[in-house]
């Protein structure tokens, strides 16, 4: 594999190789290049190598080379640049076509491609044919030429659908490349390749469905996406009728119906008229003449609401086709008398016609309700398509469908059908059907006619002579006739029998022998039943029940009747449910089932595999040992001449390869040795006959040699004589010219004087000038070396000058990191310093509260009771004691006397109960919450613990003066929560990690509470 530095030593080395003639050499280089790894980056260099390469491909019909081009090229570009990548195919999609229609150009006449497959190779049956054949040696050189050009133009379609499928970047090109690909199938009549390529789009939609995660996945609910998808079906469908391919034609309808299908959206009305064009030829050539009809009908509709640019003229063939079909489909259906299986199969297939035709219906239900012949013809009536008929389709119709003429319907249906024919014409260009032939329905209309005459004759007749009959029905002989009652007998259209004994038909219920048989014991029974009546006679009837008694009856049986209706309802469905889950779980277990089942025969078959292959490999191997043997043996009978030891491989015992080689090794020894001794003997015997012969020859040599020493003394002095000779003849010649030069020296030394000295100052001009160049570039590279150090020490100045930027920066982040961690461990012990304080006091008022519990003894009671004093275990303050108690001041004094006292009383009245030895409970610390008259959080946002900013005020005596209001008005004492005695305040647990609090703070004390303003 050759290695080049650069793609563009590939592309000349190659170009070399193709100059001398080694194409094969310069597609190997290209190809080593392309799949080289060292060139995954897209440059333009690539571009040119691809179109190289690709001509050398299209000229040596390397597909396989192109294809793994191709692949690799995609791989490299598909991210970065996809339109070279389109370039290139399109390129090689040129070169291919350009190729194939210059060869059959160059071919004397049209060829045509009668081969079988493109794809299969020549078979030597196939060459010796073609040689021993009647065909001339000029098509079939012609043929040579062209074929093997061709099958490499499918080839480039195939790998080119290949390389672009499921690409989202590239959906344009492969939309066109199966477009070229439908036409170039057409063009020649492939249709073989045809079927494939329609197969290769279908696994590509497969394929897509399928791997959903792919990259670059084209996404079909994109309008874009779907209308390529639709144009390549609709292409599809087109030249698979024009192909006459009807398999593959209702293929590509049902690959157009999944898709919209799948996206749930319906194409333009346009593609959807040419969708039930198609429908329409395909229903027909299947016989299938009821979903015809029906196609022919959704045609209709479509157009009509659609296509305003129809005539009237186009409307009236459309109508009259449409009519045509529907009374064209046979009045009765092939379901009578048919097994279970087949009904099934015919309701699978009939639901399956009616989803392609746009109808939506219930596998369960009987389909015959809803796509029928009557349900169509009272369509056609109820949607007005009457009215645009034409007069003589609406005779036929009316014949055939609403009156009765047993005896002369035939007669009078058989000129109408003569008019069909002119009746058909061309549609204008803006209908998708070109061309309306109404006279396709006469067979069919034939037929219809027949069973008509059969049945309307079956209604008057009972028995009617076969010559009658035959003249009724001129459009067939007695044989066709008979065939369609026969089909009209068997479906239960009709009740006739045909007697050719008597020649007669015998029209009426034909009972056989079996229905006898089968309805002799009801016969029997109603029989019996009427000998016991004539026997035994009935008893008089009862009076008559009055009315009301027989009406309530009749309705109590009614609602009898509707609730065991009801009721059996109720049963069916819950039977249906019950069937339905049963039948769910029958079909989970079938599936787990089948699952397992298919993964254990996958391993079965895996297992298999492997033992065959083994098998192979192992009975290869032998095969290739007893080759070898026998090539060994046949080699060794060669050498000696012997054909004995043949049997040796074929019979009971085996000559293996170890011993054949062991045996030949001997017997090359052996050979060596007798070749050694008469080589040996031969050397002898060699020097003996040497030694005579030069005995013998030694006086002859030199009696020779003498000889020819006389003859070469002889032939040296002619020689010498000759050339004295012609020396002296030359140098009169020599004379004789140099004196005719002689005259012409004068001119000549002029003349070279002329051209040194013009030659002389060009030289000096072009030194000159070559002097100056070199001076000033040597200016020019000194200038820009001179720049270049400017600009190198520049570059460094400024690399110096950012690099000590950047230690600065980090040195001043490490500064002020640490300054920030050592503030952090400063305020950090700072705020553990003062929560060891803050517990510390709250230790102490623990004890002091204690101490002032103790020493608490309340006041004795009064023996005599009063109905002013307050209960005991409520505080009373100091002012209302004294009153209780009758202390020598009267009220007015106590009401001058308030003011004066204010605080102090106020402060007495307000103070907080005792608190119980439970209240007393020392709670664990806890900071508290910020509030509005607290300092607020730091700007940071972080919620750290602060110190309270308040001190701790101890309760004030009477004498003390009372803290500011906080709106400067009249003081006013705590409000409590629940308007009933004073709670002591509940002490919050002290998160410590986070340090803040869990719940609301709490006053520290009673004078540390909330002083509220009136």
């Not at 076509?97 to 196939?126: T, V």
């Not at 009972?462 to 009658?468: A, D, G, L, R, Y």
Request: glycine share 2%.
């Amino acid at each position: 594999m050759a290695t080049f530095a650069k793609p563009e030593n590939a592309l000349k080395r190659a170009e070399e190789l193709m100059n001398v003639g080694q194409k094969q050499a310069a597609l190997q280089a290209l190809h080593d290049l392309i799949t080289s790894k060292r060139y995954r980056a897209w440059q333009k260099t690539l571009e040119r190598i691809m179109f190289k390469y690709i001509e050398l491909c299209v000229d040596m019909r390397k597909g396989r080379f192109a294809k793994d081009g191709l692949i690799q090229y995609r791989i490299v570009c598909q991210q970065v640049n996809v339109s070279s990548l389109e370039d290139v195919i399109k390129y090689f999609l040129q070169l291919s076509s350009e190729r194939a229609e210059k060869a059959q150009a160059q071919a004397s006449a049209e060829i045509s491609l009668d081969i079988e497959d493109l794809e299969a190779e020549n078979r030597p049956e196939d060459l010796m044919l073609s040689y021993v054949s009647g065909e001339k040696g000029r098509e079939r050189s012609d043929r040579e030429l062209v074929t093997p050009w061709f099958k490499f133009l499918w080839e480039t379609y195939r790998t080119v659908l290949e390389i672009l499928r499921n690409n989202s970047k590239l959906e344009a090109l492969y939309a066109m490349t199966a477009h070229r690909a439908f036409q170039f199938c057409l063009q020649y009549k492939r249709t073989t390749e045809f079927r494939r390529l329609c197969e290769i789009l279908r696994n590509h939609l497969i394929n897509l469905n399928k791997y959903r995660d792919q990259r670059d996945r084209p996404d079909l609910t994109l309008p874009e996406s779907l209308q390529f998808y639709l144009d390549t079906r609709f292409e599809q469908l087109k030249v698979a009728t024009e192909l006459e391919l009807w398999q593959e034609a209702f293929r590509s309808v049902e690959d157009i119906h999944g898709l919209m299908t799948m996206v749930k959206k319906s194409p333009k009305p346009q593609m959807m008229a040419i969708y039930y064009a198609k429908l329409t030829k395909i229903f027909w050539v299947s016989n299938s003449h009821l979903f015809h009809a029906y196609a022919w009908f959704k045609l209709y509709n479509l157009q009509k609401s659609y296509n305003k640019n129809l005539t009237q003229k186009d409307l009236q063939l459309m109508a009259s086709s449409v009519l045509l079909a529907t009374i064209s489909v046979l009045p009765y259906d092939h379901k009578h008398g048919a097994s279970h299986l087949e009904l099934e199969m015919e309701k699978d297939r009939n639901v399956r016609m009616a989803s392609l035709l746009g109808f939506t219906l219930e596998p369960r239900k009987d389909t015959r309700e809803v796509l029928s012949r009557s349900a169509l013809l009272s369509e056609l009536a109820a949607k007005g398509v009457m009215t645009y008929v034409a007069p003589e389709v609406k005779d036929i119709y009316s014949l055939l469908e609403t009156e009765f003429h047993p005896l002369e319907l035939a007669s009078k249906v058989q000129p109408l059908l003569s008019k069909l024919s002119k009746s058909s014409d061309k549609l204008s260009s803006a209908s998708p059907v070109p061309e309306v032939l109404l006279e396709q329905y006469v067979p069919a209309l034939e037929t219809l006619t027949t069973l008509r005459v059969l049945q309307q004759a079956s209604q008057v007749y009972q028995t009617m002579k076969m010559e009658t009959l035959v003249k009724m029905i001129p459009f067939f002989d007695f044989s066709v006739v008979e065939k369609h009652a026969v089909d009209a007998v068997k479906y239960n259209f009709v009740q006739a029998k045909i007697d050719h004994l008597k020649g007669v038909v015998q029209f009426g219920s034909q009972d056989l022998e079996s229905d006898k048989i089968r309805n002799h014991l009801t016969i029997l029974a109603k029989r019996l039943n009427k000998a016991i009546g004539l026997i035994n006679p009935p008893l008089p009837e009862k009076p008559a029940v009055s009315y009301s008694a027989l009406s309530a009856a009749v309705e109590k049986e009614h609602k009898k009747l509707l609730a065991r209706k009801v009721l059996i309802e109720r049963r069916k469905e819950e039977q249906e449910r019950l069937m339905l889950e049963m039948e769910r779980e029958e079909e989970t277990k079938r599936l787990k089932q089948q699952k397992l089942s298919e993964e254990a025969e996958q391993k079965r078959l895996a297992a298999e595999s492997a033992k065959r292959e083994e098998a192979r490999i192992r009975k290869e191997i032998e095969e290739k040992e007893i080759e070898e043997a026998r090539m060994l043996l046949a080699e060794a009978e060669k050498k000696k001449g012997k054909k004995g030891k043949k049997a040796a491989i074929d019979g009971d015992v085996k000559v293996t390869k170890q011993s054949l080689m062991e045996e030949a090794l001997n017997e090359q020894q052996r050979e060596r040795q007798e070749s050694e001794r008469k080589l040996q003997k031969l050397a002898k015997t060699m020097d003996h006959l040497e030694r005579a012969r030069r005995e013998e020859e030694a006086p002859l040599i030199d009696a020779a040699f003498k000889k020819r020493l006389e003859d070469d003394a002889i032939f040296y002095e002619q020689q010498q004589l000759l050339a004295i000779e012609q020396g002296q003849q030359q140098h009169v010649s020599d004379l004789a010219e140099k004196n005719r030069l002689l005259r012409m020296l004068e001119d000549k030394n002029m003349f070279q004087a002329q051209v040194v000295s013009r030659r002389k100052d060009e030289f000096v001009k072009l030194k000159t000038e070559r002097d100056e160049r070199a001076a000033q570039l040597k200016l020019l590279r000194k200038q820009e070396r001179e720049r270049r150090r400017k600009m190198e020490y520049y570059r460094r100045q400024e690399e110096v000058r950012l690099v000590r930027l950047r230690e600065e920066e980090a040195a001043r982040k490490r500064e002020e990191e640490e300054t920030r961690k050592k503030e952090e461990a400063e305020r950090k012990a700072k705020l553990d310093e003062i929560a060891a304080k803050q517990r510390q006091r709250e230790l102490e008022l623990e004890q002091r509260d204690r101490l002032a519990k103790q020493s608490f003894s309340p006041p004795p009671r009064s023996e005599a009771p009063r109905s002013e004093e307050p209960k005991s275990g409520k505080y009373v303050s100091p002012l209302m004691r004294k009153k209780f108690e009758g202390d020598a001041a009267p009220a007015a004094t106590l009401d001058r006397e308030a003011p004066t006292d204010r605080w102090t009383s106020l402060r007495n009245d307000y103070r907080a109960p005792p608190l119980s030895v439970d209240d007393r409970k020392p709670a664990p610390f806890r900071p508290r919450a910020f509030n509005e008259d607290d300092h607020p959080p730091s700007a940071g946002g972080d919620n750290k613990y602060m110190p309270p900013t308040r001190r701790y005020e101890p309760p004030r005596s009477a004498g003390d003066n009372p803290p500011a209001a906080a709106g400067g008005g009249k003081y006013e004492p705590p409000v409590r929560a629940g308007g009933g005695r004073y709670e002591p305040p509940v002490r919050d647990s002290f998160d410590g990690s986070r340090g803040r609090s869990d719940g609301p703070a709490r006053p520290r004390s009673v004078s540390d509470s909330r002083w509220v303003k009136s």
